[in-house]
């Protein structure tokens, strides 16, 4: 069964920093693209960042300079390093993987075929 699980939310001040994880089960993630997206309650979906299967990375402007997306294939799994938090980084946070070998990824969200359960990320004093 193919599978991706977020974890490493969680309840953080303003001007902290937190590290999710999206670690994939049941295909390797060496040919996929991998984004990170996140949706506030009465917003919509947006992406945040996402990385290619060859590395090129992409980030939506709210979030440069204070977002940090890596893999490690090794261990099937991403990461999103968040400095900086600010209050209106608040959401649920989900990583998606969009099969695309060799390819730039996208931030939008249409193209991506996996999606996990989502990992909620407070930022709050």
């Known amino acids: 069964q193919l599978q991706l699980v977020e974890s490493g939310g969680g309840l953080v001040q303003p001007g902290g920093s937190l590290r999710l994880s999206c670690a994939a089960s049941g295909f390797t993630l060496d040919s996929y693209a991998i984004g990170w997206f996140r949706q506030a309650p009465g917003k919509e979906r947006e992406g945040v960042s996402c990385i290619s299967s060859s590395g090129p990375t992409k980030y939506a402007d709210s979030v440069k300079g204070r977002f940090t997306i890596s893999r490690d294939n090794a261990k099937n799994t991403v990461y999103l390093q968040m400095n900086s938090l600010k209050p209106e980084d608040t959401a649920t946070y989900y990583c998606?993987?969009?099969?695309?070998?060799?390819?730039?990824?996208?931030?939008?969200?249409?193209?991506?075929?996996?999606w996990g359960q989502g990992t909620q990320v407070t930022v709050s004093s």
């Open positions: 998606a993987a969009d099969y695309l070998p060799g390819r730039l990824c996208f931030l939008g969200f249409g193209s991506y075929d996996y």
